[in-house]
């Protein structure tokens, strides 16, 4: 069932999810979206320009983080802006070959504004890895019917 | 290198077209991890009163980044590519994406501020639909900011 506008309330909980990621699956990303720097797929290249590992693009985690509240909406199309800051890397581990996830980020979302006038629905977006917030003011504005 | 503080204000105008393709909203929407119907399946999209597939709320990055890359491509620019970290991101969708639309982005520096020995770039995609004729409609805008790394940070 999709959302209803006049049954939602502030601080009501969308839901959560948890979100497996694999060198694999950077290299998938860098592909669909032409973001090759090689930070997010070269062990001594991040590690020579001073960075712990390899890290997923930021926009890897903005645009799997989102998929919550698209299924949430019922539309993708109903998403009229989004916005985050990054504050913290996610470093993702090399797990070539054993079918284990690299890193896990835990995505949960909770009704954060609503506007009667637009009918829209601000969610607010958690995005934790290794026990710390990777987003900062995640939020995704939702038109409703 | 130190980023050019010229920088701000200048704009780059609309270069190439980006034709929005059935396989790259579903490659872009694996990559992301979505499942939702309406980037993979035709029908399901025109059963949500869409004319085709929708792209993902965040497909917009590919063509902001293909803007950008004019900036970050710019030698005038003085940015090291290696050292960029993304700040912060926002997309507004005046409407979503579908297959078969023609994109294109004019890319506007709206901030150049020195942080530390590095710098933070805000830049902005004004992103366009080609309609028939000359006629274009605005689709989304993008606002990014990047950190470009100094040295020992």
Redesign the interface.
Same mark, same amino acid.
């Given at each position: 069932m999709n959302p209803v506008f006049e049954e939602l309330a502030i601080g009501q909980d969308i839901g959560s999810r948890s979100?497996g990621v694999t060198r694999q &699956?950077l290299v998938?990303?860098a592909?669909?979206?032409? @973001?090759f720097?090689?930070?997010h797929w070269n062990e001594a290249?991040a590690t020579g320009?001073?960075l712990p590992g390899v890290i997923a693009?930021?926009?890897?985690t903005?645009?799997?983080a989102?998929?919550l509240v698209? &299924?949430w909406a019922g539309?993708?199309?109903a998403?009229? @802006?989004?916005?985050?800051?990054?504050t913290k890397p996610v470093l993702v581990a090399d797990t070539t070959g054993t079918g284990d996830a690299g890193a896990v980020i835990d995505v949960s979302g909770a009704v954060g504004a609503l506007d009667a006038e637009t009918r829209t629905a601000r969610v607010d977006l958690a995005v934790v890895f290794d026990g710390q917030k990777v987003l900062m003011k995640a939020q995704?504005l939702v038109k409703l019917a | 290198m130190t980023i050019n503080p010229d920088l701000q204000g200048r704009s780059y105008p609309a270069a190439e077209v980006y034709d929005v393709g059935r396989e790259k909203i579903r490659e872009f929407a694996r990559a992301v991890k979505a499942t939702h119907p309406a980037h993979f399946d035709v029908e399901a999209a025109q059963g949500l009163g869409h004319p085709d597939l929708v792209a993902p709320p965040t497909f917009a990055i590919i063509v902001a980044q293909r803007a950008d890359a004019q900036l970050i491509e710019d030698p005038e620019a003085g940015i090291d590519f290696s050292r960029v970290v993304h700040a912060d991101q926002r997309f507004t969708h005046h409407r979503p994406i579908f297959a078969g639309d023609r994109l294109v982005a004019e890319l506007h520096v709206d901030g150049v501020r020195a942080m530390g020995g590095g710098a933070m770039i805000t830049t902005r995609a004004e992103i366009f639909a080609l309609g028939e004729g000359d006629g274009r409609e605005p689709v989304s805008t993008t606002k990014s900011s990047i950190l470009v790394r100094g040295e020992g940070q």
């Open positions: 979100i &699956d998938k990303y592909g669909a979206s032409g @973001d720097n090689p930070i290249f320009v001073e693009h930021g926009m890897f903005m645009g799997a989102v998929q698209t &299924d539309d993708p199309a998403v009229v @802006d989004y916005q985050t800051r990054f995704v | -």
